[in-house]
């Protein structure tokens, strides 16, 4: 099993464990490796610590939100440079998260101000969109993962179209049934059709307000081949991570759907998606 999606202390909000700790669960439950993921900083040093002190493959990356400057080039050629592997448009900063009124670094001290990030077609900024396409030749150069984050459906479909113009080939839909983007099934099954993966987390299924198995289970199927499943764990009020992902597939197969499948999309193709080359 790899595990696409994972937060660890030390962070902004509370989590479960520390990198060691959560890196000692996965190898207790035979996981082969994960991607690190923080909001607010680079991962790839942390992610680079614990391969050299375990047995499993560890990915950092970055998260373009405000903390590393937003959509920041230098921020990315640093990250991939030094061996990060996956990018994540903005999350806690995105328009769509203040709009939803979900957790931003800005709710720890109101002198930071609510300032939001956006792309293409929100964003109408020259300066700022010159920046968003280096940001994007930069994942093509390095054949790093493009993660949409928590930006709308409208520029989900947006970065997608650029990802395909400048040869990203590792497009990944963040969480896209989730309150934020909230794509329609519809939507999902053609991104997949076209060759995005797309993700479900357990953080879903614990925490998401309304969801159901039942609509995962459909988002899985429009997904097919190009499913992912991760955890997106590591809240004080989520079990373990690898017992999160594994609620996860079991409560999909519940719903009908092939367990050989589920957990192919929680092992091998993650990590294909990650770290395998042409």
């Not at 464990?17 to 790839?44: N, S």
Request: hydrophobic letters at 45%; aromatic letters at 6%; a negative charge.
């Amino acid at each position: 099993m790899f595990d696409v999606h994972v937060h660890a202390a030390p962070d902004v909000l509370d989590r479960i464990g520390y990198d060691d700790q959560i890196a000692a669960g996965y190898a207790a439950a035979g996981y082969t490796g994960f991607v690190l993921k923080a909001h607010h900083e680079p991962t790839v040093g942390r992610a680079s610590a614990l391969s050299r002190s375990t047995t499993l493959d560890v990915v950092g990356g970055i998260t373009l939100n405000r903390a590393v400057g937003g959509i920041n080039p230098a921020a990315v050629l640093s990250a991939l440079s030094t061996g990060g592997r996956v990018v994540w448009f903005p999350t806690a900063d995105a328009h769509t998260q203040e709009a939803a009124r979900l957790p931003r670094l800005e709710d720890l001290d109101e002198r930071l101000g609510r300032a939001t990030l956006a792309v293409p077609p929100v964003l109408d900024d020259p300066e700022a969109e010159a920046d968003i396409a280096l940001t994007l030749d930069l994942i093509a150069e390095h054949d790093a993962v493009l993660c949409t984050g928590h930006v709308s459906g409208d520029e989900c479909r947006w970065l997608f179209q650029q990802a395909r113009r400048r040869g990203i080939g590792r497009f990944l839909l963040t969480h896209p049934s989730y309150t934020v983007p909230d794509m329609a099934v519809a939507e999902i099954a053609a991104f997949a059709q076209r060759g995005a993966y797309v993700e479900i987390t357990a953080y879903q299924l614990l925490h998401q307000p309304g969801m159901t198995p039942a609509r995962l289970a459909e988002v899985a199927r429009a997904a097919g081949p190009r499913l992912v499943l991760a955890s997106d764990a590591g809240q004080p009020d989520s079990p373990e991570p690898a017992q999160a992902l594994e609620q996860l597939i079991a409560v999909l197969a519940a719903e009908g759907l092939d367990l050989g499948w589920l957990r192919d999309a929680a092992s091998d193709t993650p990590r294909r998606l990650v770290l395998t080359h042409p």
